[in-house]
């Protein structure tokens, strides 16, 4: 790796700014490398054709959390690249500190996540409750959600059960580029709340965004239990999975059966 591309590489990962580092690992210009960071790229891999490709597709691999190799062809000669992708530590942004949100909280930092905590009640937002948050933001949805960076590689629950709290959450970050977005709430309580949200200005393509009833169909009935199926149907996105939702679930969705 040369030395700015192993700099670049080094400071983003130290930063968590996502980067992609592209290697020519077989054909013309073996060794050549090159780090894309989402504003800018550090190096070369020798050929102009060769570099407007793997920009793009670095970019793409690295939205998937993916690292590959393909191959390409070019007046250069037929060659294979290496995209090795360092994405940031996903961020778990719970809105609503209550009780599943403990267990969420939980179970997610276990999982590599950067888990990030917000509720207006301070009472409820404490670092005896939550002791492994990352950070907690007491405050109303809006005033949380300047305050967070969400972009692609955050995931969001929003668990207050409450429409003062749940609404305007949903409003701001359907607003986002977060990649998941689920909120808490039956079935009777999803529908109620699009038309809600409907007349309060969100498209059809931002309420298709909403994963309500949030979680996958285990038949979850405790704040450990809810927690899971909320993880899981996360997980399920992340690795390109086509889990059951609730969201599209029949019959009972919490009780065993």
């Known amino acids: 790796m040369s030395a700015q591309v192993f700099s670049a590489t080094r400071k983003a990962i130290a930063d968590s700014v996502p980067v992609t580092v ?5 054909g013309p210009g073996v060794g050549n490398k090159l780090a894309v960071l989402p504003d800018r790229t550090v190096g070369t891999l020798g050929d102009p054709a060769l570099d407007a490709f793997a920009v793009p597709e670095a970019r793409r691999l690295l939205d998937d959390e993916r690292s590959m190799t393909e191959p390409f062809s070019s007046e250069s000669g037929a ?19 209550v009780h599943v949100a403990q267990a969420l909280a939980m179970f997610g930092k276990q999982l590599g996540f950067r888990v990030v905590v917000t509720d207006a009640r301070a009472k409820l937002l404490t670092e005896e409750r939550f002791p492994t948050a ?5 405050g ?19 668990l207050t059960h409450d429409p003062k709290f749940d609404e305007p959450a949903l409003l701001g970050t359907l607003a ?12 009777k309580t999803s529908a109620d709340r699009r038309v809600r949200l409907t007349e309060a200005g ?4 931002q309420l298709a965004r909403i994963r309500g009833p949030i979680g996958l169909n285990i038949g979850a009935s405790t704040p450990e239990e809810m927690a899971i199926s909320i993880l899981a149907e996360i997980i399920a996105l992340r690795n390109g999975r086509d889990a059951q939702p609730l969201t599209t679930a029949t019959g009972n969705i919490r009780a065993r059966v």
């Open 140 to 158: 109303w949805p809006d005033e949380a959600i300047a305050q967070t960076t969400i972009d692609r590689n955050t995931y969001i629950a929003i």
């Open 79 to 97: 060659v294979e690249l290496f995209f090795e992708s360092f994405p940031p530590p996903p961020t778990l942004l719970i809105f609503g500190a």
């Open 202 to 205: 969100a498209t059809e393509e």
């Open 176 to 187: 986002t580029d977060a990649r998941y977005i689920g909120a808490v709430g039956s079935r």
């Open 134 to 138: 990352d950070v907690l933001i007491q």
């Open 22 to 26: 592209v290697t020519v690992v077989k």
